[in-house]
């Protein structure tokens, strides 16, 4: 959440923009009208009227989000408002760093005023961080990077669950440079806390919550067509001692204690209460409807950036056959052979499922060296983590809450210390982690627990304002290259509509400091 103005003179960027905003209702006449549009993982219509009472509440009660916004469809709908009055005016508080193509930028009704903060200073945030338990103790390693111009020293601490600090170390970065710290002789603990010390511009990245993985294997169970073995996939599944691969003979009789269903050219008549993999699945099933095998083509990676797809080399890929899959909106295709997708993955009811539509006999994937790769990544998308935590995701991922979870009388904590029943409607929907830092889910009687950790997405560390042109308005405002760019408006205009965006209210970067205020 926003930082308070406090004795020290600091005020973040989201509090200086809503007194912006806030004097501007003061301001507002009664045949003058505002609408307010926030946004966040959807744009929405926070307030719209005269009534400044009622402006200055929505304005008040919105809240900050950590999750990656919508920024294409806020945009558009304050365009579109803006087209329908030409007269009014529009006022967008934001960074402008939405990797938005600026092919993608809608027309306004007049050129818009682009309202950005000025964040000072450094920002270094922790990247990525994991542990895995040996025996008695722990190994961590962490990621730190510099997001920011200048060089800095930060010492990074690694705290236990008991907020006690276990061991310190020290990081020197050049300018938006990366730098990996381990710790190999930690002392056991549930979770640990990696935390930056010191100040910097954003408070939110400053730390990570690390669930350590066991050494112990948890179970993925395998079911072949015709019981036939698959050895490739197999090993695959076994690689790091991660899972153990249990063959099953029946595809309707799974056993309730597996992590991970793998289904290879035989799906069940309903799916398993777990994540599933499924391989060349057949025509005919109730669970998908698959089409009849279709000759591959040219491959096509759609999401080249998507975890599942790192370092995993397909150019060199090839297949004889692979089965369409229609009527599954929930899965979405990251890879195509010939337009037909070929490895999809999706969520469904709160389950995760990954699909290759093709039969890895009549392909020389298993004998790519991305084989064993890409099986570890489906398994890092299935089964974040093992043993007692729900993983580890990114805020605004969608996380499906498996047994014992789905069992009655159960809670979370956030990290704030809020309490809430985990409901039925969450249960199938899935659970959105909504802030960084650590979820712990209880049974009813106390003796069960487990873990999510949540962290920032990368990109919202960057806090730097970005130069943005937004078209809008006559010719000559188009021609003008400051139309879009002031950083600050005083006083009113005469104008029948002003759409504010307020893009702070539910993005982490307007938590940076803007200091000297």
Do not use: C
């Amino acid at each position: 959440m926003a930082a308070l103005v406090g004795a020290n003179g600091k005020e973040t960027a989201l509090e200086n923009a809503k007194t912006q905003i806030s004097d501007l209702l003061s301001h507002l006449a009664p045949s003058q009208r505002l609408t307010l549009i926030s946004m966040g993982r959807e744009a929405r219509v926070l307030a719209s009227g005269n009534d400044p009472a009622d402006l200055r509440r929505a304005l008040d009660d919105a809240k900050q989000e950590y999750s990656k916004a919508d920024y294409e469809s806020a945009l558009s709908l304050a365009a579109a408002l803006s087209v329908q009055e030409p007269d009014s005016e529009v006022r967008i508080y934001s960074d402008g760093n939405w990797d938005l193509d600026s092919k993608l930028y809608p027309h306004f009704g007049s050129a818009p005023h682009l309202i950005q903060p000025q964040p000072h200073g450094k920002n270094l945030a922790v990247r990525q961080a994991a542990a895995i338990r040996i025996g008695e103790r722990t190994a961590l390693v962490a990621t730190v990077e510099n997001v920011s111009g200048e060089a800095s020293t930060v010492d990074v601490q690694v705290q236990g669950a008991d907020g006690k600090v276990l061991q310190v170390a020290s990081a020197a970065l050049k300018p938006n440079e990366q730098a990996s710290l381990s710790w190999d002789d930690l002392a056991p603990s549930d979770f640990y806390t990696v935390k930056l010390l010191g100040d910097d511009a954003l408070a939110a990245d400053n730390q990570r919550v690390v669930l350590p993985e066991g050494t112990s294997s948890a179970k993925a169970w395998l079911v072949t067509a015709e019981n036939q073995p698959n050895v490739f996939l197999e090993k695959a599944l076994g690689l790091g001692g991660r899972l153990t691969v249990e063959r099953g003979t029946d595809p309707d009789a799974p056993p309730a204690d597996a992590a991970l269903y793998v289904y290879d050219g035989v799906l069940p008549k309903q799916w398993p209460s777990g994540p599933v993999l499924l391989l060349n699945p057949p025509e005919g099933s109730p669970l998908l409807n698959v089409g009849a095998a279709v000759q591959a083509g040219n491959l096509q990676v759609l999401t080249p950036d998507a975890a599942l797809l790192q370092n995993v080399d397909l150019s060199n890929l090839h297949l004889q056959a692979l089965h369409p899959l229609t009527g599954a909106s929930w899965l979405q295709p990251l890879v195509t052979s010939g337009g037909t997708p070929m490895l999809l993955t999706g969520e469904q009811n709160g389950r995760s499922a990954a699909v290759l539509p093709f039969d890895l006999h009549q392909s020389d994937l298993p004998l790519l060296p991305a084989f064993p790769i890409l099986v570890k990544h489906l398994q890092d998308y299935l089964l974040p983590t093992t043993g007692a935590g729900l993983g580890t995701v990114e805020v605004g991922t969608r996380v499906g809450l498996l047994p014992p979870i789905r069992e009655t009388g159960w809670s979370y904590t956030d990290p704030s210390g809020t309490e809430y029943d985990v409901t039925q409607a969450l249960i199938s929907q899935g659970f959105n982690p909504t802030e960084p830092g650590l979820y712990r889910f209880q049974s009813n009687d106390g003796k069960t627990s487990q873990l999510l950790s949540a962290s920032l997405p990368p990109g919202e560390s960057r806090i730097q304002p970005t130069a943005v042109t937004l078209p809008g308005g006559t010719a000559s405002e188009k021609n003008d290259p400051h139309a879009t760019a002031s950083a600050s408006i005083p006083g009113l205009e005469i104008w029948r509509w002003l759409a504010a965006l307020i893009l702070l209210l539910l993005f982490v970067e307007w938590g940076v400091y803007k200091r000297g205020i």
